[in-house]
């Protein structure tokens, strides 16, 4: 598919449906876009919408349906709006560091695909609001999805979820306790956790009690 050049290829793309529940459109609204002017369309849209198909249906998806319905607070961002952000301070990593994260069209440094979206998950959102409460969330993310990346923050326990083709499987927070929650070679990374998120909703289809381990 080429770059849309009108706004009728532009509507084309945005209906690009990327799962059940998620079209391509929901991930394009940027804030630093609508303020500054920018138009936030992928360069290569056949990569952006295997890429977000990916992240869609192996992440968002199971959320959503566990959950309820997510909020998206981020999603795809062009390589000039990604750059503009991280050039002012805008709460944006660097282009290369985007790459096959937020900017969802381009490789990163070792040729691989990847998505980012920045989400938030309302049920646990108001269930649990307590200072801590994310890791709940990001316990159960790490026993059921095969994330790559997980990135909390404070407002909402908003989440940066990434989807990649060589998963990394880490997970980091701005909120406290901040740093590293978990990564490979460390001793609570291959443990299960289901303490951590009791009473949380079991993974859809999936029979109280049976977790369904990337592992």
């Not at 369309?41 to 990569?47: G, K």
């Not at 952006?48 to 869609?56: D, F, N, R, V, W």
Request: aromatic share 10%.
């Amino acid at each position: 598919m080429r770059a849309p050049r009108s706004m009728r290829g532009l509507e084309d793309l945005g209906r690009v449906r990327l799962s059940e529940n998620f079209f391509l459109r929901d991930f394009l609204h940027s804030e630093i876009a609508a303020l500054h002017g920018f138009s936030n369309i992928p360069d290569d849209p056949d990569l952006a919408i295997e890429t977000g198909t990916a992240l869609c249906q192996t992440l968002l998806e199971p959320l959503q349906r566990s959950f309820g319905r997510l909020h998206i607070r981020s999603g795809y961002r062009s390589a000039e709006v990604n750059g503009f952000g991280n050039a002012k301070g805008l709460n944006c990593g660097s282009n290369a560091a985007n790459a096959a994260g937020h900017i969802w069209d381009r490789r990163d440094a070792e040729g691989c695909r990847g998505a980012t979206a920045c989400v938030v998950v309302p049920w646990v959102a108001d269930h649990y609001p307590a200072p801590g409460d994310w890791q709940r969330l990001a316990w159960w993310i790490h026993d059921h999805l095969p994330y790559s990346d997980l990135e909390f923050f404070p407002k909402l326990w908003a989440v940066n979820i990434q989807w990649h083709e060589r998963p990394k499987r880490r997970i980091s927070s701005f909120a406290a306790p901040r740093g590293v929650l978990t990564k490979p070679g460390m001793a609570n990374h291959h443990i299960g956790h289901g303490e951590a998120y009791a009473g949380f909703p079991v993974l859809a289809g999936i029979a109280p009690g049976v977790s369904r381990s990337p592992h």
